[in-house]
Each structure stands twice: as structure tokens, then as C-alpha cells.
């Protein structure tokens, strides 16, 4: 089957780092995703890879290694407003390329 | 402004009773989607078109049509709302349809919270 695989809730304070990983598992692999999410808003693009390593955009990387079906999102100097929901997506073969598969989402509460 | 706009965004139905939730992107977009997000369940796909005319099945098409007779616009058909489409409903949009990264930058309208009782 396909699925995608992120904790549910993660805490951590202002100012730190925090790590989000994604481990998936998929008939077909296109590339990984990450959105965020505010409260029931609409989800917003963050991050993309499509080939192994880092991608870096401001305080927000997020990591790729296709052999070991696995990625994550890191959120670096945290502040009160990264607290969201943030999901990552894998494009699937499918019956077409174009099947976008979703996690279920990490909860992070950034406390002061 | 670039954006994907859906209406409504509030609504409150019954059983049985035919509804349309519309949604239309000014970004000439191919691709198109709609989503259900429900409480640990993560967004799940209901059908996405891959440009006019053309749709597809998602993961969870039971209950739902779709329609892509413009490029513009991907309504969501209910032909026949039960209390379990009771939902968050998200369309999305993206510029490319195939192994481009660009496929994997949806723009999500702001949501339809649909209650069917």
C-alpha cells in the first residue's frame, strides 16, 4: 500500500530547532513535499525535493534520501508563529503521475 | 492576485440534497484537485484533473463528481450529501501536470466547511 509515515504532535520552545521526519513508502516516487498549516487554513507550500540532500529556504530546510525512503523538515530559530500543522507529500505513480499523497500531519506547538 | 477561490465557504445541508461547491483558479493552471481533510486523517484526495476535460479517481471518489469543462474551473458535485462527506474541503491547483517539480506546488483555496446532517 501506500503511506506516509510523520509523528503526530511535536513540542519545542522559541528560538530552537526542530526536526520533522517523513518516511514513505509508495508505488511510484516523484518527489517530497512539505505544507504548512494553520488552524483549519489553507495549507501553504514550503519546501521541495526532488533529488537527495538539503534544500535550504531561510530558516526552513527540508532533507531528501530516496534510498532510504525517508525525509525531513527542519525548522530552525523557531518562533511562535511556526506553530501549525505540517504535512509532507509524496507525487505517486499512480494511474498517472499526478497523484500528490499526504501525510497525516505533525502538530508543532512552539511554546515561549 | 493569484489565488484559487472557493464558495462556499460555510454550509450546512441535508441529507439527500444536491450541492455544488465551485472553484476557480486565475493562475491558467492544467492541473486541478480537491481534497477532504478530516481530524487525523490527513488531506485526502477526492479527484484532480489533469487539464480540461480530462479527470481522475483519487483515493476517495465515492459520493462526488467532478467536472473540468473550462480550465479555470474544477466544481465538486454532491449529487446525494450523507453525514459522512461532513468535511474540509480543499481545491488546489498547480502549473504543471507531469514529473516537473512545478507539479508539486499546489495553491490551495481557502477551504468549504461542509456539515450534511
Known amino acids: 500500500g501506500q503511506s506516509l509515515e510523520q509523528p503526530s504532535e511535536v513540542t519545542a520552545v522559541e528560538g530552537a530547532i526542530v526536526q520533522i521526519n517523513c518516511t514513505y513508502q509508495?508505488?511510484?516516487?516523484?518527489?517530497l513535499s512539505w505544507y504548512q498549516q494553520h488552524d483549519g487554513g489553507a495549507p501553504t507550500f514550503l519546501s521541495y525535493?526532488?533529488?537527495?540532500g538539503l534544500e535550504e529556504t531561510g530558516r526552513f530546510s527540508s532533507f531528501l534520501s530516496r534510498s532510504d525512503s525517508y525525509g525531513y523538515l527542519l525548522l530552525q530559530e523557531l518562533q511562535m508563529k511556526d506553530s501549525a500543522s505540517y504535512f509532507c507529500?509524496?507525487?505517486?505513480?499512480?494511474?498517472?503521475?499526478?497523484?500528490?499523497?499526504f501525510g497525516t500531519g505533525t502538530l508543532l506547538a512552539v511554546q515561549p | 492576485e493569484a489565488q484559487v477561490t472557493q464558495n462556499p465557504r460555510y454550509l450546512i445541508t441535508v441529507t439527500g440534497k444536491k450541492l455544488t461547491v465551485t472553484c476557480s483558479q486565475n493562475?491558467?493552471?492544467?492541473?486541478m484537485s480537491w481534497y477532504r481533510q478530516d481530524p487525523g486523517l490527513g488531506l485526502r484526495q477526492i479527484y484532480y484533473?489533469?487539464?480540461?476535460?480530462?479527470?481522475d479517481k483519487g483515493d476517495v471518489p465515492e459520493g462526488y463528481k467532478v467536472s473540468r469543462k473550462e480550465k479555470r474551473n474544477f466544481p465538486l458535485i454532491l449529487e446525494s450529501p450523507s453525514p459522512n462527506q461532513t468535511s474540509l474541503y480543499f481545491c488546489?491547483?498547480?502549473?504543471?501536470?507531469?514529473?516537473?517539480?512545478?507539479?508539486?506546488?499546489?495553491?490551495f483555496g481557502a477551504g468549504s466547511r461542509l456539515t450534511v446532517l
Open positions: 509508495t508505488s511510484g516516487f516523484y518527489g
Open positions: 493562475m491558467n493552471h492544467e492541473y
Open positions: 525535493n526532488g533529488l537527495d
Open positions: 488546489a491547483s498547480s502549473f504543471y501536470s507531469g514529473k516537473n517539480s512545478g507539479a508539486n506546488v499546489l495553491t
Open positions: 484533473s489533469m487539464n480540461v476535460e480530462v479527470t
Open positions: 507529500a509524496v507525487r505517486d505513480r499512480g494511474g498517472a503521475t499526478n497523484k500528490l499523497i
